[in-house]
């Protein structure tokens, strides 16, 4: 490490933590409260993932509206991460709340289908194309589904993934390549996981890699975003989906599209507003505004194949016929009812207008101040989402972002930015719109950006 780069470390060292002193300072409560979680919680919150806010420690939430959350300490936040995207509707959505009050007056669950659900299932292949569809918990579940029958109907056991995805809690997926070396991510500790048996990995965006690992003819699947969002936002290169499509059809192999956080692109997501023509597509997090679900359909080629070797059931046989993917929460009559007011009702092609445009001016005002203070950032856009990156130039692969990341300054950024109101994915520095997302909301971004990066010219950092 040179004289200068150390100094550099030194002095954001020395900015978060007086950032995160800021935020004890001013969130007394919550602090209380992350100490008191701490005595019952596996990692302080109801998920883990929760301890990842920058200040040190999460805010504790007293109510939601909209794109605002208030706080125990009664500080008011506008909430660009919407739940990592799960509330990309908006919190409390009155059509939501409306719809998910009048369906648990009538029942939550009774593993029974509901009216509404052929409603919604009409409408998921109006959007996303002709298929037959599933209801899951999660996405999660829904790719761990989508894996399972790739290997039902071709034989094969390996999954190829892009070095760096993020496929919610899918085994097959926590791999990444690092100084040439495959190996897990996500601090999952390598016992008893043999990735080599079930994975093959290669950088996104390169052609010849992905040739290459489906010549061995082992691959039942590609699992894939339409472009990767979960390791910083890495746009996809023109005609590689074209590629992709080819190529695994070549193979043999199905070709899974998770537009769990690309259906920011639209209300039929990055799939229809750019022809994809996947063999399974899911969806997760916000399909259902915010109640737990995920979605995945089968072409009708795909399911031909699986019902060619599990048979709809006979009524007449008792038999187990789970497939090895579903619960016994999956569609329930609460999801559905919710579900059905989202497509209806909020994520409408109006509404993803306003909230596209609001993230174009977001997007537009950030780059102004990266220009005009000669910064090597860029801002990346797909739909409703933007992401501020610490990089020249919008990474190809996981490998770029792996040589390009500045995690210190992300950190040193989300913390101020929490200090000044705002919420961002703690994860990276994504920033989603919901249908309530103002222009105001907006300005206010821009003012708080154009703080942060007078801080790191008042210290010397830049």
């Given at each position: 490490?040179?004289?200068?780069?150390?100094?550099?470390?030194?002095?954001?060292?020395?900015?978060?933590?007086?950032?995160?002193?800021?935020?004890?300072?001013?969130?007394?409560?919550?602090?209380?409260?992350?100490?008191?979680?701490?005595?019952?919680?596996?990692?302080?919150?109801?998920?883990?993932?929760?301890?990842?806010?920058?200040?040190?420690?999460?805010?504790?939430?007293?109510?939601?509206?909209?794109?605002?959350?208030?706080?125990?300490?009664?500080?008011?936040?506008?909430?660009?991460?919407?739940?990592?995207?799960?509330?990309?509707?908006?919190?409390?959505?009155?059509?939501?709340?409306?719809?998910?009050?009048?369906?648990?007056?009538?029942?939550?669950?009774?593993?029974?289908?509901?009216?509404?659900?052929?409603?919604?299932?009409?409408?998921?292949?109006?959007?996303f194309g002709p298929r037959y569809w599933t209801l899951?918990?999660?996405?999660?579940?829904?790719?761990?589904?989508?894996?399972?029958?790739?290997?039902?109907?071709?034989?094969?056991?390996?999954?190829?993934?892009?070095?760096?995805?993020?496929?919610?809690?899918?085994?097959?997926?926590?791999?990444?390549?690092?100084?040439?070396?495959?190996?897990?991510?996500?601090?999952?500790?390598?016992?008893?996981?043999?990735?080599?048996?079930?994975?093959?990995?290669?950088?996104?965006?390169?052609?010849?890699?992905?040739?290459?690992?489906?010549?061995?003819?082992?691959?039942?699947?590609?699992?894939?975003?339409?472009?990767?969002?979960?390791?910083?936002?890495?746009?996809?290169?023109?005609?590689?989906?074209?590629?992709?499509?080819?190529?695994?059809?070549?193979?043999?192999?199905?070709?899974?599209?998770?537009?769990?956080?690309?259906?920011?692109?639209?209300?039929?997501?990055?799939?229809?507003?750019?022809?994809?023509?996947?063999?399974?597509?899911?969806a997760g997090k916000t399909i259902a505004g915010g109640?737990?679900?995920?979605?995945?359909?089968?072409?009708?080629?795909?399911?031909?194949?699986?019902?060619?070797?599990?048979?709809?059931?006979?009524?007449?046989?008792?038999?187990?016929?789970?497939?090895?993917?579903?619960?016994?929460?999956?569609?329930?009559?609460?999801?559905?009812?919710?579900?059905?007011?989202?497509?209806?009702?909020?994520?409408?092609?109006?509404?993803?207008?306003?909230?596209?445009?609001?993230?174009?001016?977001?997007?537009?005002?950030?780059?102004?101040?990266?220009?005009?203070?000669?910064?090597?950032?860029?801002?990346?856009?797909?739909?409703?989402?933007?992401?501020?990156?610490?990089?020249?130039?919008?990474?190809?692969?996981?490998?770029?972002?792996?040589?390009?990341?500045?995690?210190?300054?992300?950190?040193?950024?989300?913390?101020?930015?929490?200090?000044?109101?705002?919420?961002?994915?703690?994860?990276?520095?994504?920033?989603?719109?919901?249908?309530?997302?103002?222009?105001?909301?907006?300005?206010?971004?821009?003012?708080?950006?154009?703080?942060?990066?007078?801080?790191?010219?008042?210290?010397?950092?830049?």
């Open positions: 490490m040179t004289t200068a780069t150390a100094e550099r470390a030194g002095i954001l060292n020395r900015l978060l933590d007086a950032e995160q002193d800021r935020f004890r300072t001013t969130h007394p409560r919550a602090a209380e409260a992350w100490q008191e979680g701490k005595r019952n919680f596996l990692y302080g919150g109801p998920s883990h993932w929760m301890r990842r806010w920058a200040g040190g420690f999460p805010i504790y939430v007293d109510e939601a509206s909209g794109a605002h959350i208030r706080d125990i300490d009664g500080r008011d936040y506008i909430d660009f991460c919407l739940g990592d995207t799960g509330g990309m509707c908006g919190h409390a959505p009155e059509a939501v709340t409306e719809a998910a009050m009048r369906q648990l007056k009538r029942g939550a669950t009774m593993m029974l289908p509901t009216e509404d659900s052929l409603w919604v299932g009409a409408e998921l292949s109006r959007r899951t918990t999660s996405a999660t579940d829904a790719n761990r589904a989508a894996i399972r029958i790739a290997r039902m109907i071709t034989g094969r056991r390996k999954v190829l993934v892009f070095s760096g995805c993020y496929h919610g809690g899918v085994e097959e997926a926590h791999v990444e390549i690092r100084n040439g070396r495959v190996g897990l991510r996500n601090m999952i500790h390598p016992n008893g996981i043999d990735h080599d048996a079930v994975s093959r990995v290669v950088e996104f965006n390169d052609v010849a890699a992905l040739e290459a690992a489906l010549t061995h003819g082992d691959v039942a699947c590609v699992l894939a975003e339409p472009l990767m969002t979960n390791f910083g936002m890495i746009p996809v290169d023109a005609g590689y989906h074209r590629t992709l499509r080819e190529l695994t059809r070549r193979a043999g192999a199905v070709l899974i599209i998770d537009e769990t956080h690309t259906l920011s692109s639209g209300p039929g997501g990055f799939t229809q507003a750019h022809g994809l023509e996947p063999d399974i597509f899911v109640i737990p679900a995920g979605i995945f359909g089968l072409s009708p080629e795909i399911a031909e194949r699986l019902w060619a070797l599990v048979p709809h059931v006979n009524p007449r046989e008792r038999q187990s016929a789970h497939l090895g993917f579903g619960g016994t929460l999956a569609g329930n009559a609460l999801t559905v009812a919710t579900m059905r007011a989202v497509l209806e009702k909020v994520l409408t092609p109006e509404n993803y207008e306003h909230m596209i445009a609001t993230a174009t001016r977001l997007a537009n005002e950030a780059r102004g101040l990266i220009a005009d203070n000669r910064l090597p950032w860029h801002v990346t856009q797909i739909g409703a989402r933007a992401e501020i990156m610490f990089m020249p130039e919008p990474p190809r692969s996981g490998a770029d972002v792996i040589a390009g990341r500045q995690p210190d300054l992300e950190t040193l950024l989300h913390a101020f930015y929490m200090n000044e109101g705002i919420l961002v994915t703690p994860f990276h520095t994504m920033l989603l719109m919901c249908p309530a997302t103002s222009a105001q909301d907006v300005e206010r971004h821009t003012a708080v950006f154009g703080r942060f990066i007078e801080l790191l010219r008042k210290s010397g950092v830049m």
